[in-house]
């Protein structure tokens, strides 16, 4: 098995423990067009930085960051997802040339209301550029827990959008493989249109069978983590995730937690979760069965996509709207300080590359961040909350 593992930082705590043609690549800064309707690509000359001007930073991974890009000729913003191939990779984390490449040949030709849309790429040696659907809404995530009134039809809504997102894909033959409410987010401030994104784990079935240990171990299935090194996994572990996707929607914390991995694993591998907590007294049974159909530890008898959208709770509006403002205030418990933290690690990496890069570059207004006192304590200042903000992270 391979040892591909993506690990989340900032996993959260429960309240009380606090299918197109792929495009060829274009060397020397070449841009490729990806008509979601063609799923081709169609080569220009220019650098992204003359199709392009650049803005805030959107957000930021150990994999890449994201900006805020304005198209010059239309004036249209979109999301400009920038990744760095290092130049030896050492480590399984690593992005290649491969990695990068398919995740844009999965992007490419696909085109679903609920699926973010690739634009353009640009292969400029050291760096890919994927100009991506802007997603002003932000995360469900923190959709949800702003929201004045939330009820178990508004998580109904958001789940139905994302099981049409994955049945997209599965129709498709491509596996997400790292689904999870970071991963969903809103097209625009105050809508209710729910889109999957982050494909860089992603996998076509056909290129081959999968046996790589990754996702994010809250969400991750079973048979990922199985230790098996026979055994192989298929789409019905977006199916687990999106369980406990569900489950998180409805009860505000994880099914699954433990401050020590190994166990957390066994918990999963056991499918060990309850509905034990008063939160759950107001969501309907027909809710609690798709949670049971979908956290089902057997792959074989876990609901697909199509069944799961054909599921009692799906199909059946409730007459009443149960009020989850318990699950409101359990998700703000357990996953607030997590988003507040990233927000503010990334703000102080910012800070300590706008204050301090220029020193490494040689630039002549450097000078002032060595000459002024003033300006050097403000550096340091931010190389401390960095480091208080990440401790912070790494304890949610």
């Not at 997102?165 to 401030?189: A, P």
């Not at 509006?317 to 990334?346: F, G």
């Amino acid at each position: 098995m391979g040892a591909c593992v993506s690990s989340d930082a900032g996993a959260a705590a429960p309240p009380e423990q606090r299918s197109a043609a792929a495009p060829r690549p274009s060397g020397g800064g070449a841009a490729s067009k990806a008509p979601a309707s063609q799923g081709a690509a169609k080569d220009t000359k220019r650098n992204v930085r003359a199709l392009y001007d650049f803005g805030e930073m959107l957000g930021k991974g150990g994999f890449a960051e994201v900006r805020l890009a304005t198209e010059k000729a239309t004036g249209k913003q979109v999301a400009m997802k920038i990744m760095t191939l290092p130049a030896n990779p050492r480590s399984v984390d690593d992005n290649t040339r491969e990695d990068v490449m398919k995740e844009i040949n999965l992007l490419t030709g696909l085109d679903h209301p609920n699926i973010v849309k690739l634009y353009e790429y640009f292969d400029e040696k050291k760096k890919f550029y994927l100009s991506t659907e802007l997603m002003r809404g932000g995360e469900l995530l923190k959709s949800v827990i702003e929201k004045e009134r939330y009820g178990e039809n508004d998580a109904k809504q958001c789940f139905v959008q994302m099981l049409r997102g994955i049945q997209y894909l599965h129709e498709n033959k491509i596996t997400h493989r790292d689904l999870k409410l970071e991963n969903l987010m809103l097209d625009e401030k105050g809508s209710n249109v729910v889109k999957i994104v982050d494909f860089g784990l992603a996998k076509r079935a056909q290129e081959t069978i999968m046996d790589t240990v990754c996702g994010t171990p809250q969400y991750v299935a079973p048979e990922v983590i199985s230790g098996d090194d026979t055994s192989v996994y298929d789409n019905k572990v977006d199916m687990w995730s999106a369980g406990v996707v569900l489950y998180v929607l409805l009860g505000g914390y994880p099914p699954f937690y433990d401050e020590n991995e190994p166990r957390l694993f066994q918990k999963i591998a056991n499918g060990i979760y309850d509905f034990d907590d008063d939160v759950w007294e107001v969501v309907s049974e027909d809710a609690k069965d798709l949670i049971r159909g979908l956290l089902t530890v057997n792959p074989a008898k876990r609901l697909d996509a199509t069944q799961a959208l054909q599921h009692k709770w799906v199909k059946t509006e409730n007459a009443v709207n149960n009020s989850l403002l318990a699950t409101q205030k359990y998700m703000a418990k357990t996953y607030t300080k997590r988003l507040k933290a990233a927000v503010h690690a990334v703000l102080a990496q910012e800070r300590i590359k706008a204050l301090m890069g220029n020193v490494a570059q040689g630039y002549e207004r450097s000078k002032s961040i060595v000459e002024n006192p003033d300006d050097m304590s403000k550096a340091r200042a931010a190389a401390d909350h960095y480091v208080e903000f990440s401790k912070a992270a790494q304890q949610e």
